[in-house]
């Protein structure tokens, strides 16, 4: 079969290879691939491709061999998966405990945008606590986490401020339910009961300082790269006796298929939006890493196999 590997090649991030079909394992469905979306963790890790490595963690498409152990969708069936690779490809095992099927209302290019960002979301909202009526500042809100986090969290009562220096995205997130939206976060006001922080830097810190004693930071990524160094002291200034919490979507006690299909059916009521930034077919997957890494996308990025 056809898949997409790493290269190593910054202009070229990757190619086309012939490679052997999966073979499934007893609790894994063999899924056709219909479209696939990319992440932004995906883009830093081609930079440095380890050994044997294939990209691709967010599908959509069909099942056309159910899992041997008689687990998960069982005949041809549309679904959504979150393998942990191997995804860019015209087929991919993927465990029956990653898939939800996917209703006729919502497409492959809305199924494939929501695995890993959607995930993110609403994990992290559930490790913030009930929302309602709290203040939540979020950092890094231009990308599809801080989409779907903005539109879970303010449909659940919460008072969002979205920090975000793209003037079409703010508009985006103010449409989904964001309070206020500031383009740095040394703009947002506070206090904030709740901070999810993803750029890392010097946002980290400032954000903490907009936290209201006894908050809570929750720091789920570092999309400056840049290392965070903090002051013991600076608590005494404003969040005293805050909490900063460490933040993986893996480390969960939900499944991940009852997750994906909580998503999908917020997807289907018309509760939860994909936004799509761009669609085309996986013969551009190399242009489309590049305009993504150079931020020439705004919304998910779908590509899908003809």
Do not use: C
């Not at 061999?65 to 005949?75: E, I, L, R, Y």
């Not at 939800?100 to 960002?117: E, K």
């Amino acid at each position: 079969m056809k898949a997409l590997i790493p290269t190593g090649d910054p202009a070229e991030p990757v190619a086309f290879a012939d490679v052997p079909e999966p073979t499934p394992r007893p609790h894994e469905a063999l899924v056709k691939v219909e479209a696939f979306s990319v992440n932004r963790g995906e883009t830093f890790k081609l930079e440095e491709p380890g050994t044997g490595e294939r990209p691709g963690k967010d599908v959509a498409g069909l099942v056309v061999q159910p899992a041997a152990d008689g687990s998960g969708p069982s005949g041809i069936t549309r679904v959504v998966g979150h393998p942990m690779a191997g995804g860019w490809a015209e087929y991919v095992a993927v465990p029956t405990d990653a898939l939800a099927a996917l209703p006729d209302a919502v497409s492959v290019l809305q199924g494939a945008a929501l695995p890993l960002a959607g995930l993110t979301a609403l994990r992290l909202l559930r490790a913030a606590g009930p929302v309602l009526g709290r203040r939540v500042l979020l950092t890094g809100a231009s990308g599809g986490v801080g989409h779907y986090v903005t539109e879970l969290a303010a449909a659940a009562g919460a008072q969002v401020t979205a920090v975000t220096r793209d003037a079409e995205r703010g508009a985006r997130l103010a449409g989904l339910g964001a309070a206020e939206i500031v383009h740095d976060v040394a703009d947002a006001r506070g206090p904030y009961d709740v901070v999810l922080e993803s750029t890392g830097g010097r946002a980290l810190p400032l954000a903490l300082a907009r936290l209201a004693r006894r908050g809570t930071l929750i720091w789920f990524g570092q999309a400056s790269r840049t290392p965070v160094t903090l002051d013991f002291f600076d608590f005494f200034s404003g969040p005293e006796s805050a909490v900063i919490r460490h933040f993986h979507y893996l480390d969960a006690d939900s499944r991940l298929d009852d997750d994906l299909a909580a998503l999908v059916r917020l997807t289907d009521e018309g509760r939860l939006h994909p936004q799509i930034g761009r669609v085309t077919d996986w013969a551009d997957t190399a242009t489309t890493l590049t305009d993504l890494r150079d931020r020439r996308i705004r919304g998910k990025a779908v590509l899908t196999l003809s």
